[in-house]
């Protein structure tokens, strides 16, 4: 059964940073494209990064230039370190195998001003 799960959220000043962490089990998550959303109260899920099988990274606007995403394929594990931190960044994070129907917990950003 595949799953991933999500941590390494927490609450930071702005202009601080996170690295979020996503375990993957079930699947090989290095020859998959991984990717990052986030969703507030009341708004519907958006994407945030894309990380290829070949390296390649995706990032929206708003956050381009401030977060990276990689992998770890010994660990089977995604990361997203996330730095300059915005209030607007605050939302729940969550990874997710690209055209997978699972989803994770999530882990909950919070940048205070």
């Known amino acids: 059964q595949e799953q991933v799960v999500e941590s390494g959220g927490g609450l930071v000043q702005s202009g601080g940073s996170l690295k979020l962490t996503c375990v993957g089990s079930?699947?090989?998550?290095?020859?998959?494209?991984m990717t990052w959303h986030r969703q507030t109260p009341g708004k519907a899920r958006e994407w945030v990064a894309t990380?290829?099988?070949?390296?390649?990274?995706f990032y929206t606007d708003s956050v381009k230039g401030r977060f990276t995403a990689s992998r770890d394929e010994d660990k089977n594990t995604l990361y997203l370190e996330m730095s300059n931190l915005k209030p607007e960044d605050t939302a729940v994070y969550y990874c997710?195998?690209?055209?997978?129907?699972?989803w994770g917990q999530g882990t909950q950003v919070t940048v205070s001003s």
């Open positions: 990380l290829a099988p070949g390296g390649a990274t």
């Open positions: 997710q195998k690209f055209g997978s129907a699972t």
């Open positions: 079930g699947f090989v998550l290095s020859v998959e494209i």
